[in-house]
């Protein structure tokens, strides 16, 4: 089976990377935005016609939730346009397709763990974006599997765990939001769950019906940003003072949800899988990187 990947240079396409090895019986092809430019779709067709996948995983995303509110058309030509067209390709072809959205799409005041049916309310061009994609995408074929996921980070890359650890070298003291609550997600531990996905779909325990739709994925457990930090500093040794502060002491273009805790129930009963703890996670990650 070709499992082909775009977005490869990312933190959760490196992840899918360094897991092939698990998965002897299957082919991966990795692009990065090098040979498959998301914002240049011919790049993407000649790669689809040459690596002729079998499972498509979209890991390219714009990303910058900042950024995004001054680079609207692109983040929608990315986040939108190419996962449609993807989706259609996938489509044309009968193949699934696996592609990433946000914990930021709910953005309600719902205060309880968010279900994949409750209501979404996006809030700044990053989360817009990644809604309208995942409904693109859903729209233009009935199979692909959407998995919500939170607080991303990873050994490489840009993430919340890197930048503390590198401020916290720089400074004695930082501010971190603590009324912003949610659940991060080591990349590893995602990639890991989507194989197992395909998995159960390729020995036939779970069928292509049931492996598509909206699917929440994080770690598990609860904190903020503030008590993430804490950890961060603890496992890692390095010695900084974290000050708690709130969302509006730390400003910022856009408005992040107060609560995007994620019900992970649905695939976790779908696929049988069992989800590490969210300080566990990190542990592993700091090991990774060497603290
Ligand atoms: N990071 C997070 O906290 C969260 C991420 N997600 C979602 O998870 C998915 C994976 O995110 P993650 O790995 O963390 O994100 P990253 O930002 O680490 O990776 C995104 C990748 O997309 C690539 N990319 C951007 N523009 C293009 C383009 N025009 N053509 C091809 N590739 C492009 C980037 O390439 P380059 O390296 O060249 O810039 C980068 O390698 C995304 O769908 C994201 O929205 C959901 C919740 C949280
Ligand atoms: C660096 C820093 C951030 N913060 C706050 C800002 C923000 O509310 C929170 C996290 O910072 P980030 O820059 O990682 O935030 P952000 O880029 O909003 O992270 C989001 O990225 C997108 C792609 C997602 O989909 C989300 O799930 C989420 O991971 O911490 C502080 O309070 N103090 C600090 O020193």
């Not at 695939?267 to 899988?273: M, R, V």
Request: hydrophobic fraction near 40%; aromatic fraction near 10%; charge should be negative.
């Amino acid at each position: 089976m070709n499992i082909c990947i775009t977005g490869a240079g990312g933190q959760l396409g490196q992840s899918f990377k360094s897991l092939t090895g698990a998965y002897p019986q299957w082919q991966f092809h990795f692009a990065d935005r090098s040979i498959a430019d998301l914002s240049d779709l011919s790049t993407v067709d000649q790669w689809l016609e040459a690596s002729q996948p079998d499972v498509l995983i979209n890991c390219a995303a714009y990303t910058n939730v900042n950024q995004a509110e001054e680079d609207e058309a692109l983040a929608r030509q990315i986040n939108v346009d190419a996962v449609e067209h993807l989706a259609r390709y996938c489509s044309r072809k009968a193949i699934p397709l696996f592609h990433y959205s946000s914990d930021y799409v709910y953005h309600t005041e719902r205060g309880i763990p968010f279900r994949e049916t409750d209501a979404t309310a996006p809030k700044g061009v990053y989360a817009v974006t990644k809604l309208e994609g995942e409904r693109a995408a859903l729209a233009a074929h009935a199979g692909t599997t959407v998995i919500r996921t939170s607080w991303v980070y990873a050994s490489m890359g840009h993430n919340f765990v890197r930048t503390m650890l590198r401020l916290g070298s720089e400074r004695d003291e930082l501010k971190v939001v603590s009324d912003q609550i949610g659940t991060p997600t080591y990349a590893p531990d995602l990639a890991a769950a989507s194989l197992q996905m395909l998995q159960a779909w390729r020995q036939g325990t779970v069928s292509g019906e049931d492996m598509a739709g909206i699917f929440n994925f994080s770690n598990e457990g609860v904190c903020s940003w503030y008590d993430f930090a804490l950890a961060i500093f603890e496992l890692s040794g390095l010695e900084c003072t974290v000050h708690a502060v709130e969302s509006h002491e730390f400003p910022s273009p856009v408005e992040r949800p107060h609560y995007s805790v994620l019900n992970k129930t649905r695939i976790k009963k779908t696929f049988q899988l069992e989800i590490p703890y969210w300080r566990e996670a990190l542990g592993r990650c700091l090991a990774a990187i060497g603290q």
